[in-house]
């Protein structure tokens, strides 16, 4: 992730006083929906169109002294998503990396939870009713993990979008890690590399 350099979550956690910490989930669910009743989408994967107009994850920057990094993506959670988000938490179990950049002195978090279709649509439906929604967030969205025949459309083209930070990054290494593709499906992928 170019400009960042990753960190073991215990080195991220002694950083001096003058970093600051932000911590973003992916929220993804197995779904057995068919897209055109042929193209199996397997997996519902949930991203946020933020107010600058890139993408990213729910979530923002926490303060240490009011918990544990858990704590307070949890209660952004809660600001960003709404009371649905309060059905879940995510815990240290969910956490996946750290990354580190020079400038601003900011470390991010990653996470990915695992929901159930159920609880990942009511997140959907209420995220509208959110406190930051229309402020912060202005809406979110299915990343689609499909590929058309045309070799563009579906994932392809979702990835052309501008991204937050290493948003782009941390989603391509959650779809490889969690197996979110069809087997053999992500080598196949034509994926330029981030601007």
Same mark, same amino acid.
């Given at each position: 992730?170019?400009?960042?350099?990753?960190? +073991? %979550?215990?080195?991220?956690?002694?950083?001096?006083?003058?970093?600051?910490?932000?911590?973003?989930?992916?929220? #993804? !669910? $197995?779904?057995?929906?068919?897209?055109?009743?042929?193209?199996?989408?397997?997996?519902?994967?949930?991203m946020q169109m933020?107010?600058?107009?890139?993408?990213?994850? $729910?979530?923002?920057?926490?303060?240490?002294?009011?918990?544990?990094?858990?704590? &307070?993506?949890?209660?952004?959670?809660?600001?960003?998503?709404? +009371?649905?988000?309060?059905?879940?938490?995510?815990?240290?179990?969910? #956490?996946?990396?750290?990354? !580190? &950049?020079?400038?601003?002195?900011?470390?991010?978090?990653?996470? @990915?939870? %695992?929901?159930?279709?159920?609880?990942? @649509? !009511?997140? +959907?439906?209420?995220?509208?009713?959110?406190?930051?929604?229309?402020?912060?967030?202005?809406? %979110?969205?299915?990343?689609?993990?499909? @590929?058309?025949?045309?070799?563009? &459309?579906?994932?392809?083209?979702?990835?052309?979008? @501008?991204?937050?930070?290493?948003?782009?990054?941390?989603?391509?290494? !959650?779809?490889?890690?969690l197996g979110l593709?069809?087997? &053999?499906?992500?080598?196949?992928?034509?994926?330029?590399?981030?601007?």
């Amino acid at each position: 992730m170019a400009g960042m350099r990753r960190l +073991e %979550l215990a080195e991220a956690l002694q950083l001096g006083p003058g970093w600051r910490h932000a911590c973003h989930a992916l929220l #993804y !669910a $197995p779904d057995p929906g068919l897209l055109f009743g042929r193209i199996p989408l397997r997996y519902a994967v949930l991203m946020q169109m933020r107010f600058d107009g890139r993408l990213g994850f $729910p979530g923002g920057f926490v303060d240490l002294r009011d918990g544990s990094l858990e704590d &307070g993506l949890n209660r952004e959670l809660c600001e960003e998503l709404g +009371e649905a988000a309060a059905a879940f938490r995510v815990e240290r179990a969910d #956490y996946r990396s750290s990354h !580190a &950049g020079s400038r601003p002195r900011v470390v991010a978090h990653f996470y @990915t939870k %695992l929901l159930s279709l159920e609880q990942l @649509t !009511a997140v +959907e439906i209420g995220a509208p009713r959110a406190r930051d929604h229309g402020l912060e967030v202005l809406g %979110l969205v299915r990343v689609p993990l499909y @590929t058309l025949r045309d070799g563009v &459309g579906g994932l392809p083209a979702f990835l052309e979008n @501008t991204f937050i930070g290493n948003a782009r990054e941390q989603l391509l290494e !959650a779809i490889q890690n969690l197996g979110l593709l069809e087997p &053999g499906s992500f080598a196949r992928l034509k994926i330029s590399a981030p601007p």
